[in-house]
C-alpha cells in the first residue's frame, strides 16, 4: 500500500536493529484519515470471505480494527492485556510474549463476546515475531470460533512471524512488509512478492 509505505518513510524512526516507531500516525498520535484508507485495503483484500466479528489486541490494533468493523459492520472485539475487575472470570486467555517490552503477558477475552458461530479477521498493527497474532488465534480457538485470517498493518519481513503464521496455514495480509531496517533506510518488499 504507496500510501503507507509514504508515511512509513517520512516518519517511520528506527530504533536500535528492529524496532520501528510510528508514533506520529499509529502508536501515539493517529491519523484518521490513514487508518480509513488502511481499513478499505484490509475489506478489499479480504472480500469474499464471511467476517462476523474483527478481534484485536489492545492497544494499538483497536483504531485499525474499529474501522474495518464499521466498514463491515460487525462487531470489534479487543482482547485485554491486564486482568480487570470488570472483566468477568469466564473468559479465554493466552500467554503472550511481548516484543517491545520483553516480557510474557496473558490476554484475555470474555466468553460473553465470541461463540462458535463466529468468522474472524484478526487485525493488528505489527507483525514481529507473531506472538501477538498467535495469542489471539489461541483465543479463537478455545472459543471453537472460525478464523478467516490475519491483517497486518506493518509487517517486518526480517522476523520470523510471517513465515510461521503462514507455515501453519494462517491467511496473513500485511499491508507494508519490510526486508530491511539500517540506517534510516527502510527497505520494502514488493507488492508482488507481498501476494505470494
Ligand atoms: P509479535 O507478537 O509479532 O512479536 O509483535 C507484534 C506486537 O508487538 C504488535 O502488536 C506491536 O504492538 C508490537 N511490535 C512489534 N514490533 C514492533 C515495532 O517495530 N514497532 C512497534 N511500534 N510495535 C511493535
Sequence with gaps: MELLKKKIELSGEIIGDDVLKVDKFLNHQIDPDLMHEIAKEFVRRFTNTTITKILTVESSGIAPAVLVGQLLSVPVVFAKKKQSLNLDKDTYTADVYSFTKRETCVISVSKKVLSESDSILIIDDFLANGQAILGLYEIIK???????????????????????????????????????????????????????
Design 142 to 196: 478455545q472459543s471453537n470460533a472460525s478464523m478467516v485470517g490475519a491483517g497486518v498493518i506493518i509487517e517486518k519481513g526480517f522476523q520470523k512471524g510471517g513465515a510461521l503464521l503462514r507455515g501453519m496455514g494462517i491467511r496473513v495480509e500485511s499491508l507494508a512488509i519490510i526486508d530491511n531496517m539500517s540506517e534510516n533506510r527502510i527497505t520494502f518488499r514488493n507488492e508482488e512478492e507481498e501476494r505470494t
